[in-house]
């Protein structure tokens, strides 16, 4: 079973393969989403890791740890609700 996580707080310099590298400490890394903007395609600052192991350790290996000046957080992904949107 895999963990999805949040990774929230990344410096804007953040790359796939850095997090990817940062993720495959603690197991099997097998998708990394950095956010972006859809205007500027500027990073976001947030983004979503999928790992097939290790998740629970990545989570509590990675969260509040310093990355390029900025404290991570890290957490697990929670599912959004299935409330339409009133926009």
Known sequence: MSTSIFIGNLPFSATEDKIRELFSAYGTVEKVNLI???ETGRMRGFGFVEMSSGGQEAIAGLDQRELDGRQLKARPREERSTRPRRW
Do not use: A, P, S
Request: hydrophobic share 0%; aromatic share 0%.
């Open 36 to 38: 972006k903007d859809h």
